[in-house]
């Protein structure tokens, strides 16, 4: 039997409410040369019994991945069989054309870029504003430079949207078990290293909103753990080499991000403040200062960082107006 183009590696733990319909999703795909790795990492509901239901198909394959979501996300990289792999959550469900475009996007965009799609968030009554707001924002992003710029927002490529070169990404280390979300650790990380992104410009995936959802529960994806990860890639933006920032904000955004760009060994010159401030006032004993007496000519670069509801947008709008360019003058970092 030839082998599979295709891995879609999915890991589960208790997904007994909603395996069914994600691995019924992958049945109804219009490219039918893919395997299935279902890798079970500690259920304790009837989860592993519904996958084994489908191993009556040969592509189903359900191992044992006794230890954490990353180890079983790497025991699946090295199990797969496919030249691709298509990441899926046990919660989610793919569109029919999922893995027939993103493949086709994959053959003509080559190794080093890793493919993504539109996602549409589900249920609706558990979809918060600001989540429906995050979902926009994904979805606005197509072309490997606007995916590029929008890195260090937020992680532009939703974990199980997915799709890559396997042996690519396991020369590269595969994912790294420590204590970041591991899925933007590793964009980060193969972004720094050359690789690109790029975003088929249709909703594949349907990601399901719950209150069990990991990115819910685990400290892995604190606010903390992603401005770690971004200051442990921000000096690979060429605009960045030389680690002397200012930081456009003053609360909560910018004081974590500080924080953890002065672990990398950045200097942070002072904090720009959208709003008047009094003279003298400091932030971790860095000057802040009002944005109508900063000079933006002095050619050191400016990290964007307000969470703020249109705080983000009316600094950019702000730094454009004085002549300053994204990603060559400025770093959008939340």
Same mark, same amino acid.
């Given at each position: 039997?030839?082998?599979?183009?295709?891995?879609?590696?999915?890991?589960?733990?208790?997904?007994?409410?909603?395996?069914?319909?994600?691995?019924?999703?992958?049945?109804?795909?219009?490219?039918?040369?893919?395997?299935?790795?279902?890798?079970?990492?500690?259920?304790?509901?009837?989860?592993?019994?519904?996958?084994?239901?489908?191993?009556?198909?040969?592509?189903?394959?359900?191992?044992?991945?006794?230890?954490?979501?990353?180890?079983?996300?790497?025991?699946?990289?090295?199990?797969?069989?496919?030249?691709w792999i298509a990441r899926m959550d046990s919660d989610d469900i793919c569109h029919p054309e999922r893995l027939a475009l993103q493949y086709e996007a994959a053959s003509r965009f080559g190794r080093r870029f890793?493919?993504?799609?539109?996602?549409?968030?589900?249920?609706?009554?558990?979809?918060?504003?600001?989540?429906?707001?995050?979902?926009?924002?994904?979805?606005s992003t197509v072309e490997p430079e606007e995916i590029e710029r929008s890195l260090f927002v937020e992680s532009p490529v939703p974990h199980p949207t997915g799709f890559f070169h396997r042996e690519s990404v396991?020369?590269?280390?595969?994912?790294?078990?420590?204590?970041?979300?591991?899925?933007?650790?590793?964009?980060?990380?193969?972004?720094?290293?050359?690789?690109?992104?790029?975003?088929?410009?249709?909703?594949?995936?349907?990601?399901?909103?719950?209150?069990?959802?990991?990115?819910?529960?685990?400290?892995?994806?604190?606010?903390?753990?992603?401005?770690?990860?971004?200051?442990?890639?921000?000096?690979?933006?060429?605009?960045?080499?030389?680690?002397?920032?200012?930081?456009?904000?003053?609360?909560?955004?910018?004081?974590?991000?500080?924080?953890?760009?002065?672990?990398?060994?950045?200097?942070?010159?002072?904090?720009?403040?959208?709003?008047?401030?009094? &003279?003298?006032?400091?932030?971790?004993?860095?000057?802040?200062?009002?944005?109508?007496?900063w000079h933006s000519d002095c050619g050191v670069p400016v990290l964007v960082a307000s969470r703020k509801q249109g705080a983000r947008e009316r600094i950019c709008t702000y730094l454009d107006s004085r002549g300053?360019?994204?990603?060559?003058?400025?770093?959008?970092? &939340?």
């Open positions: 039997m030839a082998l599979p183009v295709i891995s879609v590696v999915m890991p589960f733990r208790n997904s007994a409410e909603w395996i069914a319909r994600a691995l019924d999703s992958l049945l109804r795909q219009s490219f039918s040369h893919f395997e299935v790795l279902m890798i079970d990492h500690g259920s304790s509901d009837s989860s592993r019994e519904i996958a084994a239901e489908y191993t009556a198909d040969s592509r189903f394959r359900l191992l044992d991945g006794n230890g954490s979501f990353v180890e079983a996300l790497n025991y699946g990289l090295r199990e797969a069989s496919g030249q890793i493919i993504t799609s539109r996602v549409r968030c589900f249920p609706d009554y558990l979809v918060t504003a600001g989540f429906r707001r995050y979902e926009q924002w994904i979805n396991l020369q590269q280390g595969g994912y790294m078990d420590i204590p970041l979300p591991e899925d933007y650790e590793l964009w980060l990380r193969l972004w720094s290293r050359g690789f690109s992104f790029y975003r088929v410009p249709k909703v594949l995936l349907g990601w399901r909103e719950h209150r069990e959802r990991l990115s819910r529960t685990s400290c892995r994806y604190s606010l903390t753990a992603f401005y770690r990860t971004r200051a442990m890639y921000l000096a690979h933006v060429p605009a960045l080499k030389g680690r002397d920032v200012f930081i456009a904000g003053a609360g909560q955004c910018a004081r974590r991000l500080s924080a953890e760009l002065l672990k990398q060994r950045f200097t942070i010159r002072g904090f720009i403040s959208p709003v008047p401030v009094e &003279s003298g006032r400091k932030l971790k004993g860095i000057n802040v200062i009002e944005a109508s007496k300053l360019e994204n990603w060559k003058d400025y770093v959008i970092c &939340s």
